[in-house]
């Protein structure tokens, strides 16, 4: 994408009262020189995958590698079936489809990454809850575009991989596409969406990837339950109208420089964290045999 900060795009957006994924499909749709509608068409497979992987997460059994774990959306569904759950049933559903897609990852299923398959769980989970609470599907669709364009700027400063900046470049840039996708299928501005992202990234900052064995099961699938969870709320306080004080752009810098000065034991080296607790060494050693520390 020729824009260069998240600032410009919201400018740009503003100044043509369009949405940002308006904007971001007109700019695809240039560089392509196809038709808009091929372009949206082709987002709208996207997102019947990321539901079908909900689906399907949902249904399978999972067979992890760890072993652990395996009938999580099974037990969780039937919490949640209970009418116990203080937080209710959408929060019930956001926490399944996560569940159940980042587990389905896990067990090698056809899924989306967006932006990466650790972080698969959250677009799909939140995007789903959407369209099931009665918002529009070409809304949702669009809204991708969104998330995509404001993502693209991360992919410009920063890093999407956990082994360059942590999860917190996975989970927590994943957090902040469905936070502003979220923000935008909700009705809000371009400066609002923005500020989804903002929240939601900052608050995720420092976020460290330490999987158990080096699995994409321990404690990813935790993360991207919360990392949904947490990019809904980011979205409805930005539609309220709560602010963040540090710009996206700014946030997203911020994220980088996190990253670059975070030990290499919390980028996916599976070498500090949850992966070198006692627990989580025994798992690894038990699966990989003797790890020398």
């Known amino acids: 994408m020729d824009i260069k900060s998240i600032e410009s ?5 503003t100044e043509q009262n369009k949405k940002i994924s308006d904007i971001v499909i007109d700019i695809e749709a240039r560089s392509e020189k196809i038709d808009r509608q091929v372009i949206i068409d082709k987002m709208s497979s996207y997102y019947d995958i990321m539901r079908e992987s909900v689906e399907n997460g949902k249904k399978e059994k999972f067979n992890f590698v760890t072993g652990l774990q395996n009938e999580c959306v099974e037990i969780v569904e039937k919490f949640y079936k209970s009418k116990k759950s203080i937080l209710g049933e959408t929060v019930g ?13 896990a067990c090698m299923g ?26 529009n599907r070409e809304d949702i669709v669009k809204s991708m575009f969104t998330a995509a364009g404001l993502a693209d700027i991360i992919a410009q400063v920063a890093t999407f991989a956990g082994a360059g900046g942590g999860c917190q470049a996975e989970c927590g840039s994943a957090a902040a596409m469905a936070a502003c996708a979220c923000a935008e299928i909700m009705g809000g501005t371009p400066e609002q969406c923005a500020n989804a992202f903002a929240l939601s990234l900052s608050a995720i900052l420092g976020l460290v990837c330490d999987p158990v ?57 599976s070498q500090g964290g949850l992966a070198n607790t006692p627990t989580g060494r025994a798992i690894a050693e038990k699966l990989l045999g003797k790890i020398n520390k």
């Not at 795009?9 to 957006?13: S, Y």
């Not at 670059?260 to 996916?268: K, S, V, Y």
């Open 9 to 13: 795009l919201v400018a740009l957006a």
């Open 93 to 105: 559903e956001v926490v399944t489809a996560a569940m159940a897609v980042s587990g389905y990852n």
């Open 110 to 135: 056809k899924i989306i990454a967006a932006p990466t398959a650790g972080s698969c769980g959250i677009m799909p989970a939140v995007l789903t809850v959407c369209e099931n609470r009665g918002y």
């Open 213 to 269: 064995a080096g699995f994409v099961e321990v404690p990813c699938m935790s993360k991207n339950i919360m990392s949904s969870v947490h990019a809904i709320v980011s979205a409805e306080l930005a539609c309220a109208g709560f602010k963040s004080v540090i710009p996206a752009d700014e946030v997203v810098l911020a994220m980088k420089e996190v990253g670059e000065g975070m030990d290499e034991r919390f980028r996916e080296t």
